[in-house]
């Protein structure tokens, strides 16, 4: 096992828009598409998309999208033996995706039916070389970060969005990935900088994406900036998803510092070239040819 992936999984149901519907307007949508999602189920597609193996910990319903997504996961490659199924319905989302590649999220989740506990334990014959995390099981995730410390294995939080889930982990993993809007709630700054700076003695390393304008990260007392690649953006669902997942890949591969960023922002980049997030995560031959085709703009 290379990366194990705990947290949300849930089935996205993607409407491609012309514009924002106004209010009482009904408008035709002009693509639309159905299947798997979740930042963790998401990044374990893509990591196994990319060579690696994968292990998704979560939980799906007893229902036509829980079977649905569990038989995409399988076919991509991912180990499910430890996905837990329930009478409670799979979370579903609706993202509405504009012109421009922004989109609208619509979630509907039976949260408090779906924790799967923290009875999970490592098989130290059978050990993950990175862990990732996106909060959404916080009591399992909690306890494999916990027994994580005893093998060495590096530890990601996937700090998408402020919620319990990622203020429990937040100070305890190794890596610690938060997105501007978490960096910017979680501090009460408008500035990245500044919140970079104030969130820098949570974890080891702290890294806070800006979406088009690239990243910022702060590494055992040394900080630095990253820009972004230049892409046509069609859909950013997804981007963080798969940004986590080159990083958890990239730390596997035992990739330099610097190196691992730019792998991690190379298939965030990919996945905003194609409308939804599973569709738009590359594997490794495409991963391959945009870095060689493609140089960081200035």
Same mark, same amino acid.
């Given at each position: +096992?290379?990366?194990?992936? =705990?947290?949300? @999984?849930?089935?996205?149901?993607?409407?491609?828009?012309?514009?924002?519907?106004? /209010?009482?307007?009904?408008?035709? /949508?002009?693509?639309?598409?159905?299947?798997?999602?979740? !930042?963790?189920? &998401?990044?374990?597609?893509?990591?196994? $998309?990319?060579?690696?193996?994968?292990?998704?910990?979560?939980?799906?319903?007893?229902?036509?999208?829980?079977?649905?997504?569990? =038989?995409?996961?399988? %076919?991509?490659?991912?180990?499910?033996?430890?996905? +837990? *199924?329930?009478?409670?319905?799979?979370?579903? =989302?609706?993202?509405?995706?504009? !012109?421009?590649?922004? *989109?609208?999220?619509? &979630?509907?989740?039976?949260?408090?039916?779906?924790?799967?506990?923290?009875?999970?334990?490592?098989?130290?014959?059978?050990?993950?070389?990175?862990?990732?995390?996106?909060?959404?099981?916080?009591?399992?995730?909690?306890?494999?970060? $916990?027994?994580? *410390?005893?093998?060495?294995?590096?530890?990601?939080?996937? %700090?998408?969005?402020?919620?319990?889930?990622?203020?429990?982990?937040?100070?305890?993993?190794?890596?610690?990935? =938060?997105?501007?809007?978490?960096?910017?709630?979680?501090?009460?700054?408008?500035? !990245?900088?500044?919140?970079?700076?104030?969130?820098?003695?949570?974890?080891?390393?702290?890294?806070?994406?800006?979406?088009?304008?690239?990243?910022?990260?702060? $590494?055992?007392?040394?900080?630095?900036?990253?820009?972004?690649?230049?892409?046509?953006?069609?859909?950013?669902?997804? @981007?963080?998803? @798969?940004?986590?997942?080159?990083?958890?890949?990239?730390?596997?591969?035992?990739?330099?510092?610097?190196?691992?960023?730019?792998?991690?922002?190379?298939?965030?980049?990919?996945?905003?070239? $194609?409308?939804?997030? *599973?569709?738009? +995560? !590359?594997?490794?031959?495409?991963?391959?040819?945009?870095?060689?085709? &493609?140089?960081?703009?200035?």
């Amino acid at each position: +096992m290379d990366v194990l992936c =705990a947290g949300h @999984a849930c089935y996205d149901l993607i409407f491609q828009v012309p514009h924002h519907p106004q /209010s009482d307007e009904k408008i035709s /949508s002009t693509a639309h598409y159905s299947c798997g999602g979740g !930042p963790a189920a &998401n990044a374990a597609v893509a990591i196994s $998309r990319l060579g690696l193996k994968s292990e998704f910990i979560g939980y799906l319903g007893n229902d036509i999208y829980g079977e649905s997504h569990l =038989a995409e996961l399988t %076919a991509e490659g991912v180990d499910t033996s430890r996905v +837990m *199924r329930g009478s409670a319905a799979t979370p579903v =989302a609706t993202l509405i995706v504009k !012109p421009d590649g922004k *989109r609208s999220v619509v &979630n509907y989740t039976q949260a408090d039916t779906m924790k799967i506990g923290n009875q999970l334990i490592l098989d130290s014959q059978y050990l993950p070389s990175v862990m990732l995390f996106d909060g959404h099981q916080p009591d399992v995730s909690a306890e494999l970060i $916990r027994q994580s *410390r005893h093998y060495e294995i590096p530890t990601i939080l996937d %700090a998408g969005s402020l919620h319990t889930g990622t203020r429990k982990l937040i100070n305890q993993v190794d890596y610690l990935a =938060a997105s501007e809007k978490f960096a910017c709630q979680y501090t009460g700054l408008n500035n !990245p900088e500044a919140a970079l700076q104030q969130m820098s003695h949570l974890a080891p390393v702290v890294i806070i994406t800006l979406s088009e304008h690239g990243l910022l990260w702060s $590494r055992h007392n040394e900080t630095g900036r990253l820009p972004a690649f230049n892409v046509q953006t069609v859909d950013s669902t997804g @981007a963080g998803d @798969a940004f986590h997942a080159g990083l958890a890949t990239a730390l596997a591969l035992q990739k330099p510092w610097e190196e691992a960023l730019v792998f991690a922002s190379a298939v965030a980049a990919l996945c905003c070239t $194609r409308i939804g997030a *599973r569709p738009g +995560m !590359p594997d490794h031959h495409e991963l391959s040819e945009f870095l060689q085709m &493609n140089q960081l703009q200035e």
